[in-house]
């Protein structure tokens, strides 16, 4: 089962993007700040991760940074969800490594599409 780290300091965001991703046959990992965020990133086997670039601790744009430059989590997709959404945070995010940018609130049918297009396959002989 893929497992996906879900990074927002909001309950209500983390709730429901979680539940859409576990309905959808997904294991949810969540983290609430972005520290945790590297900490789980380095912590678990991640298929991808939704990061929030509005974090406490570490914003979002600073994560991505880190995991990007971490050869242990720099092959991880990372999707940001973000109700930010001017020109320059989109592009700014996909030249540090985002693989994709949605925008909040997004529906549930465009998350998973998402996720199904940017995660990582893992290849395993099980």
Known sequence: ?????????????????????????YEVIYAVD??????????????????????????????LEALKSDAATE???VIILSALSSEDDIQKVISLGAEDFLVKPISQSDLLLAVEENIKEEVSDE
Do not use: C, H, Q
Request: hydrophobic fraction near 50%.
């Open 1 to 25: 089962m893929a497992k996906i780290l879900v990074v927002d300091d909001e309950k209500n965001i983390r709730l429901v993007v979680g539940k859409s991703l576990e309905k959808a046959g």
């Open 34 to 63: 972005g520290v945790e965020a590297v900490e789980k990133a380095n912590g678990y086997d991640l298929n991808l991760i939704l990061l929030d670039l509005r974090l406490p601790k570490m914003n979002g744009f600073l994560v």
């Open 75 to 77: 092959g991880i997709p």
